[in-house]
């Protein structure tokens, strides 16, 4: 029981700690766009694109993909892929928690969750880039996802770093 306990507060500290974090840098927002999932049903064919332009290639940049999903989405983790044309990544995390309830913020209607890909990412160069997001998860219709965001924000305060 002693575990859970410490396991349980660590889990909503480092949730309120990325909260504070996400918060903080809704004013140095350089792009955000979100993707509405026709009839809640994300085939695995289906990649979103996002397009951005960068103008400062000094500044490090924080990167979020935001999954909207209801009630509906029928597991506790997601798979995603990521490719920016010259890296392909594949992240997994959690929608829930152990005991099946809901991480992110609730809102009327779908669970928001942000998740961190970058912290301060310094580009090469200004112009245009572009993120495409397709699921890895073994359904082809993914069930209960309503929207897939991409947010770059200007991060404060941290070292370079790539």
């Known amino acids: 029981m002693k575990s859970f306990v410490i396991g349980h507060w660590s889990l909503v500290i480092g949730l309120f700690v990325l909260t504070v974090l996400f918060a903080s840098c809704k004013n140095n927002i350089v792009y955000s766009q979100f993707v509405p999932i026709p009839s809640e049903k ?3 064919d289906s990649v979103e694109q996002f397009d951005y332009t960068i103008a400062d290639k000094e500044a490090g940049y924080q990167m979020l993909v935001y999954v909207r999903h209801t009630e509906r989405y029928p597991y506790q983790n997601m798979w995603l892929f ?25 809102h009327h209607g779908f669970i928001e969750m942000p ?12 112009g245009r880039y572009y993120m495409t997001i397709q699921h890895g998860m073994r359904d082809s219709l993914l069930r ?15 070292e370079n770093s790539n």
């Open 42 to 44: 994300w085939h695995v």
């Open 82 to 106: 990521l490719d920016n044309g010259t890296q392909r990544d594949t992240i997994e995390f959690y929608l829930a928690d152990d005991r099946g309830q809901w991480l992110g913020d609730h």
């Open 115 to 126: 998740v961190l890909i970058e912290q301060n990412y310094h580009f090469a160069d200004t």
């Open 144 to 158: 209960g996802v309503t929207d897939i965001g991409f947010e770059i924000s200007k991060s404060r305060g941290l």
